[in-house]
């Protein structure tokens, strides 16, 4: 995390008031947002963030979801130890070009992984895994498992279960890189940016996310038991 210096004098103990509660500004944002992804669909009445047009857990939604609420959260939380400490440049710091590239990736991802989804749900919607509208009752984990032909629902997607199991390790990492970046300065106000990834990681990322779009190009034939994108569509 780079840091900047000011002439702000903070005591000691003011600043482990001010770090205290950019801590809790950062759990604070994340609740927030979190009651937001979950408030919003329930008061349009449609289900929640996390399905697809399919009525099926996503996993493109659950990363896209999940970094949005870390990034956003922990930049809330540093804006308002900037605050605290007397910055009036509360958003003045940095975000590293490896955190955008990161978002972009996940971003990038989601895009093209939708726009499959779209096109085969459209093409062959026989073999497409779907439940009827209303009647969603898929687990959570259920994103990890194949989507087309006869396995449909019941056998993991390889490509799905190592994207996720990457994305989670990366996110408790992150978060946990974060936190001891925060305590590492001396002086609240001199928040000044971001903790950035390492190269290594973003390659890792880019490897995983490419090997779960190519694990998306195959068409398994056959109908799944579980209800198919066609009676979803139907009248």
């Known amino acids: 995390m780079r840091t900047t210096h000011h002439s702000v004098t903070i005591a000691p103990r003011t600043e482990e008031v001010v770090m205290a509660t950019t801590f809790w500004a950062w759990a604070v944002s994340a609740a927030v947002i979190l009651g937001l992804a979950?408030?919003?669909?329930k008061a349009l009445g449609i289900k929640d963030i996390l399905h697809d047009s399919r009525g099926r857990y996503s996993l493109t939604r659950f990363q896209v979801v999940v970094w949005t609420v870390v990034m956003l959260s922990l930049m809330s939380g540093m804006a308002a130890g900037r605050a605290i400490a007397g910055q009036s440049d509360v958003l003045g710091f940095t975000v590293p070009n490896e955190v955008l590239t990161l978002l972009g990736i996940s971003l990038g991802s989601a895009?093209?992984?939708?726009?499959?989804?779209?096109?085969?749900?459209?093409?062959r919607p026989e073999s497409v895994a779907a439940y009827p509208l209303g009647q969603e009752t898929g687990k959570?984990?259920?994103?990890?498992?194949?989507?087309?032909?006869?396995?449909?629902?019941?056998?993991?997607?390889?490509?799905?279960?190592q994207n996720f199991i990457i994305t989670v390790l990366l996110v408790l990492g992150y978060v946990v890189q974060a936190a001891a970046a925060l305590r590492a300065v001396p002086n609240p106000a001199g928040i000044g940016g971001l903790?950035?990834?390492?190269?290594t990681?973003?390659?890792l990322l880019g490897v995983s996310?490419?090997?779960?779009?190519?694990?998306?190009?195959?068409?398994?034939?056959?109908?799944p038991s579980v209800g198919t994108m066609k009676e979803r569509l139907a009248p």
């Open 195 to 199: 903790p950035a990834f390492s190269d």
């Open 201 to 203: 990681f973003l390659i």
């Open 111 to 123: 895009v093209v992984a939708g726009a499959v989804k779209v096109t085969k749900s459209a093409t």
């Open 38 to 41: 979950i408030g919003i669909p």
């Open 209 to 223: 996310h490419a090997g779960y779009l190519l694990g998306k190009l195959p068409s398994p034939e056959g109908t």
């Open 140 to 161: 959570f984990l259920e994103m990890l498992t194949i989507e087309e032909g006869k396995s449909a629902g019941k056998a993991i997607d390889v490509a799905k279960f």
